[in-house]
């Protein structure tokens, strides 16, 4: 099994930055994206910014300009540098990452545990 490790939530004021880590307790034979999805209470969870196996990245609307993903592959490892916080953001953020294992035959999604962020105005 896999586990994600998220860490760097918390409480921030409005045009404040967090730093959220992800990181896995197990190398992948194969990664196929890295991203970063978020849930804020009474909506859908929600893409926020995934890396693609090639370093491309994509943003939801929202928050292009002020967010980025980022990933250290070495360390099985995925960021997101949050900056020009704002209380809209306040949600719960989820790391996922599509890959496949050492002794895995697929791919699989396996997500982090989530982690806090609010934005106070």
């Known amino acids: 099994q896999v586990q994600l490790v998220e860490s760097g939530g918390g409480l921030v004021q409005a045009g404040g930055s967090l730093r959220l880590s992800c990181a896995a307790s197990?190398?992948?034979?194969?990664?196929?994206?890295m991203g970063w999805y978020r849930q804020a209470p009474g909506k859908q969870r929600e893409l926020v910014a995934a890396i693609i196996s090639g370093g491309s990245t994509n943003y939801a609307d929202s928050v292009k300009g002020r967010f980025t993903i980022s990933r250290d592959v070495a360390k099985n490892t995925v960021y997101l540098q949050m900056n020009s916080l704002k209380p809209e953001d306040t949600a719960v953020y989820y790391c996922k990452i599509r890959g496949r294992v050492y002794d895995g035959i697929y791919d699989n999604d396996y997500w982090g545990q989530g982690t806090q962020v609010t934005v106070s105005s």
């Open positions: 197990r190398r992948f034979f194969s990664i196929n994206t």
